[in-house]
């Protein structure tokens, strides 16, 4: 059964960091392109960044392009998106969606930046 797990959310103070991760069950993550996007209430889904698959190549969107950093491992068939310096302007719900034969998302994990 094909599944996207997010973790790794959580409250932060700006200027924090968070490690979330996606583990991927049912099919091998480094095989697919995995993506990471954000919703707040209110707003449409926005993408953050995405890892490719045979080729390695890592895209990220302007307003986090050099905070966060996008990696794999392929034994725990998990991929992370490491924040750092985070501000109010992250706080979203973060999901990982898988590009298979179609889009499997997951469940989304809450981030929020708070004082």
């Known amino acids: 059964q094909v599944q996207l797990v997010e973790s790794g959310g959580g409250v932060v103070q700006p200027g924090g960091s968070l490690r979330l991760s996606c583990k991927a069950n049912?099919?091998?993550?480094?095989?697919?392109?995995i993506s990471w996007f954000r919703q707040t209430p209110g707003k449409e889904r926005e993408w953050v960044g995405s890892?490719?698959?045979?080729?390695?190549?890592?895209e990220y969107a302007d307003s986090v392009k050099g905070r966060f950093t996008i990696s794999r491992s392929a034994p725990l068939n998990t991929v992370y998106l490491q924040m750092n310096n985070l501000s109010p302007e992250d706080t979203a719900v973060y999901y990982c969606?898988?590009?298979?034969?179609?889009?499997?998302w997951g469940q989304g994990t809450q981030v929020t930046v708070s004082p």
């Open positions: 890892i490719r698959d045979i080729v390695v190549k890592i």
């Open positions: 049912g099919f091998s993550a480094a095989n697919y392109r």
């Open positions: 969606k898988g590009h298979l034969w179609r889009e499997f």
